[in-house]
């Protein structure tokens, strides 16, 4: 007995792919660039002298923004999928 081949079909348009990859693009690089920049904050908060302490509390501050900025881009890309999938019958 031969098990029987499934092809995969597509369900997305190669334009809701291409939608789908440009959501939240500007919000993820804004995190990466808050995590960068609070990172650096919190380096220099902690090892550049004369530097005040609170530093390094505000740049633990700017990553968690950053963060926040990369889980919202990823909830909204999921929520996008979702809509473009069941829009196109998968």
Known sequence: MTMPTYTPRTVLSV?????LR????GERNLGYVCCLVGVLVMITGRFM???PIWLT????????????????SLYK???????LSSRSGG
């Open 15 to 19: 334009e809701d792919l291409d939608a």
């Open 49 to 51: 002298a004369g530097a």
């Open 22 to 25: 440009a959501c939240g693009r």
């Open 57 to 72: 509390s505000l740049g633990v501050g700017v990553v968690v923004l950053g963060w926040g900025l990369l889980a919202h």
């Open 77 to 83: 890309r999921a929520v996008m999928a979702r809509s």
